[in-house]
């Protein structure tokens, strides 16, 4: 593939000149996928907070002070960087690096936490509220609500708070209280049923702060808004830094966050824009969680997307190696950018994405989160494989301290890996 080849692959000929005036719908659809599955009570309290964001968002109050919040506390701009050592030891190709890994709190989730944040002190609210899983989620909004000094609710499984010690240790310091859930699987799932059941007894007072693209409109369009800021950022600095668009552009989709705001950085451009899961031990149910390769159709947490479900059609049980990627569903506007064809979703294996990590680590000094090592994984397999030279362009969702513990405990420090 030459970069005259790259042709976008627009699907029924769709333009992308005026995409996010008209994406999603009014009502909160991208396609077929997204809406708003709730109780009534939940739906009108989705109102109020779509018709705040649309007002709040547009003014000129909030927009300068979230551009001096990403520059003075966050570190943005986070910068686009070459990896020419990989790229080297790979062949021709050329690999690119957008550094979300940077930011304040180590990956890209604080960009839409400090938007949260702040739309909730524009609205008046004294508390925001969410689930964590693995407790990512859960430090990046308890790092917003340390900075606004609002109150902070994070929901997470028993199970979980268990696991994820030095993050539940973290949430407590920056102030957050952190609520242990003893019902069911006592993991995720069950940490935002409690996080809504809870949004629904006190939505006058408290704001519910989701930690992806996904969730009841106007979730998955304001976490992408939100997020937009990353691929913004990342065209004008390749294009300042090589003269040219990258052939492809690639992230990890877990809810599908950080690949969507990089992705619509470039849905214009005739680049390639590969969204990569993960497929963690292999495609047997159970063992991964590549959610738009083998899911179907479904409804989970208020939205409609593809799903992986069992055979009684509840959502399955998921694997990765990374934490922030097992989710059986995924953000209604991947699933429109699957069936329009605009981009094309990939998988890499949990091997895979320790060799990337692995990589990464030893030829460029950055030790990279598990998560965003699916898209270093995917990046490698194409300059490995590729006739032609390409310019390929990763977004670096964050970095792997938090993962130190767990690959050393599983993988060792990698000699096998990188020879
Ligand atoms: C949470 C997380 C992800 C997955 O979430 P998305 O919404 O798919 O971006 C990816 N990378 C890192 C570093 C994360 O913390």
Redesign the pocket.
Known sequence: MSSSSAEPTTGNQITYADYFRRTPTKDGWFGKYGGIFVPPELASVMEEVRLAYETISRSHEFISELRRIRKHFQGRPTPVYHAARLSRHLGRSQIYLKRE?LNHTG???INHCMAEGLLAKFMGKKKIIAETGAG??GVALATAAAYFGLECDIYMGEVDVAKQAPNVARMKILGTRVIPVTFGQRTLKEAVDACLMAYMQDSVNQIYCI???VGPHPFPMMVRDFQRVVGIEAREQILEMTGNLPDVVT?????????MGMFSGFLADPCEIHGVEPLGKGPNPGEHSATMTYGKEGVIHGFRCYLLQNDKGEPAEVHSV?S??DYPGV?PEHCHLLDSRRVQYKTATDEEAVEAFFMLSRMEGIIP?L??SHGVAHAIRLARTSKEPLSILVNL??RGDKDMDYVIEHYGTGERYVK
């Open positions: 890994d990956a890209h989730k990512q989620h930690g992806s693209v992230a990890c989709v877990g809810g599908g966050s950080n690949a990374a922030g990627l953000g989160a998560e965003s969702s964050g």
